[in-house]
């Protein structure tokens, strides 16, 4: 775990990912008798993760969640069709709702369309497809969000982009 007076993050050993913790937490002390890791924040000692928990809240509200992928770059001379979104993925029952990003610049709003909903109670891979009007853009992100009460794990999202004619664009 890595923080300082305003945000920490933590890593899990196990599969390498990272997580964004969101708290100023000062200290931590782990109990080798229970197995349980404290922490001290905002002026109180807390259990840091009950993973026994359950329901997963903050006090009695579902934890916001939103996370995007960087941009998939087509081609910078031409624009691609987006044509599927494969997320790899156990929500545990959780709904997460799936959206594109398209051409985000930082300038601006950007262009996000929802293209569906991601579910699952194992790990599995769902597939999007794009059946409304095309998703034309040079570059593409994904983004899942929705409200958690319990964890999800992701282990891959991609994307397949058409390219079609290049005189054509």
């Given amino acids: 775990m890595l ?15 990272w997580r964004l913790i ?18 001290s924040f905002y002026g109180g000692v807390y259990l840091l993760e009950d993973l026994n928990a359950q329901p997963l809240l903050d006090g009695t509200v ?9 941009q998939f770059m087509t081609d910078v001379a031409q624009k691609g069709t987006l044509s ?7 929500t545990r029952g959780e709904l997460l ?3 594109i990003v398209v051409d985000e610049d930082g300038e601006g709003d950007p262009n996000i369309i929802t293209i569906g909903t991601v579910q699952t109670s194992e790990r599995k891979t769902i597939e999007l497809p794009i059946n ?9 992100a994904v ?3 929705g409200n958690l009460s319990n964890r999800v794990d992701i282990f891959g999202i991609e994307v397949d982009v058409d390219m079609g004619d290049p005189g054509r664009q």
Avoid: H
């Fill in 132 to 140: 409304g009007p095309p998703i034309q853009g040079r570059r593409f």
């Fill in 62 to 70: 579902p934890i916001p969640y939103q996370l995007q992928t960087p």
């Fill in 84 to 90: 599927m979104v494969y997320v790899e993925a156990n």
């Fill in 97 to 99: 709702t799936a959206r």
């Fill in 143 to 145: 983004r899942l969000v």
């Fill in 22 to 39: 969101g708290l100023p937490i000062k200290r931590l002390f782990f109990e080798w008798d229970t197995g349980l890791m404290l922490a």
């Fill in 3 to 17: 923080g300082n007076e305003f945000v920490s993050v933590a890593v899990n050993l196990e599969d390498g990912s």
